[in-house]
T-cell receptor, first 110, second 116 residues
Framework: GQQLNQSPQSMFIQEGEDVSMNCTSS?????WLWYKQDPGEGPVLLIA?????ELTSNGRLTAQFGITRKDSFLNISASIPSDVGIYFC??????????FGTGTRLTIIP | DARVTQTPRDKVTEMGQEVTMRCQPI?????VFWYRQTMMQGLELLAY????????DSGMPKDRFSAEMPDATLATLKIQPSEPRDSAVYFC??????????????FGPGTRLTVL
């Protein structure tokens, strides 16, 4: 089946640093999304991308839909403590199912 | 503040018992999803509904799991009989009408199930 390879698996950064994570696949997708999950909660949608090459921002977050349609990245600028959590990429080919990546766990070191 | 609600938040039960998890989707959303999350498998789609009709339950073990939407405000996921390997966090999510409802999902807080 379609799989999303998300990297890195975990990140340890200091407050104020920029963060970059990405998601790749051998399959082509029509939609890429990024969700964030806080401890004890369900994932929350951060950014949705619907066109290849699209670059979209949401506050300090920026995500891009790769030109090949096989990848996407998420950047967080000037990280703050509330950015801690697990970030999931997700993608949809149009078959009415979202495929989720394995997640990137972000930890901020005091 | 529109949210997906799930009950119970936590459930501990013994192997062989029936478990029922409930979800109230956001009012007006017509797409409802059930997911299971474990450390090993990540987020797995179990089933989803559109306009209360089941569209896909291929991710669900058919012999013991069942999902229904008795009405537009209630979705249920039942496990009978439960087994220790069913221990996981079960999420319900709903999506707005239209094509984006599949992608822009709103998740509930989850039900943490422990089967002893």
């Amino acid at each position: 089946g379609q799989q999303l390879n998300q990297s890195p698996q975990s990140m340890f950064i200091q407050e104020g640093e920029d963060v970059s994570m990405n998601c790749t696949s051998s399959s082509i997708f029509n939609t890429w999304l990024w969700y964030k999950q806080d401890p004890g909660e369900g994932p929350v949608l951060l950014i949705a991308l619907y066109k290849a090459g699209e670059l979209t921002s949401n506050g300090r977050l920026t995500a891009q839909f790769g030109i090949t349609r096989k990848d996407s990245f998420l950047n967080i600028s000037a990280s703050i403590p509330s950015d801690v959590g697990i970030y999931f990429c997700a993608a949809n080919f149009g078959n009415e199912k979202l495929t989720f990546g394995t997640g990137t766990r972000l930890t901020i070191i005091p | 503040d529109a949210r997906v609600t799930q009950t119970p938040r936590d459930k501990v039960t013994e192997m062989g018992q029936e478990v029922t998890m409930r979800c109230q989707p956001i009012l007006g959303h017509n797409t409802v999803f059930w997911y299971r999350q474990t450390m090993m498998q990540g987020l797995e789609l179990l089933a989803y509904f559109r306009n209360r009709a089941p569209l896909d339950d291929s991710g669900m073990p058919k012999d013991r799991f069942s999902a229904e939407m008795p009405d537009a405000t209630l979705a249920t996921l039942k496990i009978q009989p439960s087994e220790p390997r069913d221990s996981a966090v079960y999420f319900c999510a709903s999506g707005p009408n239209g094509d984006r409802g599949i992608n822009e999902q709103f998740f509930g807080p989850g039900t943490r199930l422990t089967v002893l």
